[in-house]
């Protein structure tokens, strides 16, 4: 599996942006996708993520301010953020699980740089 992150940039506080990550080479079903962000020196966290069924999950500094979704026939996962602070820069990672013959294996993108200005 290849996940292939763009639509980050350079943004001022209270903005938006969307965030695009299409994955392929797929031989199994994905089951859960999402996005992380790690900052410098940080360790990683995750920001949101949706699983199969399309029961999401969120980061408590992201609730009512992001939007995770997928299209399955596209094959691409979005995260829209609205309302963006300048604590979320960062560099912004598509992660997927894929079950492959019943055992769960991690894929990660190249990542995408978000920056908000104040």
């Known amino acids: 599996v290849q996940l292939q992150a763009s639509g980050g940039g350079l943004v001022q506080a209270g903005g938006s942006l969307r965030l695009s990550c299409e994955a392929s080479?797929?031989?199994?079903?994905?089951?859960?996708i999402g996005w992380y962000r790690q900052v410098s020196g940080a360790q990683r966290e995750l920001v949101a993520g949706i699983s199969s069924s399309g029961s999401t999950d969120y980061a408590a500094s992201v609730k009512g301010r992001f939007t995770i979704s997928r299209d399955n026939a596209k094959n691409t996962v979005y995260l829209q953020m609205y309302s963006l602070k300048p604590e979320d820069t960062a560099v912004y990672y598509c992660?997927?699980?894929?079950?492959?013959?019943?055992?769960?294996?991690?894929?990660w993108g190249q990542g995408t740089l978000v920056t908000v200005s104040s």
């Open positions: 080479r797929i031989t199994f079903s994905i089951d859960a």
């Open positions: 992660h997927a699980v894929v079950y492959e013959l019943g055992l769960p294996y991690d894929y």
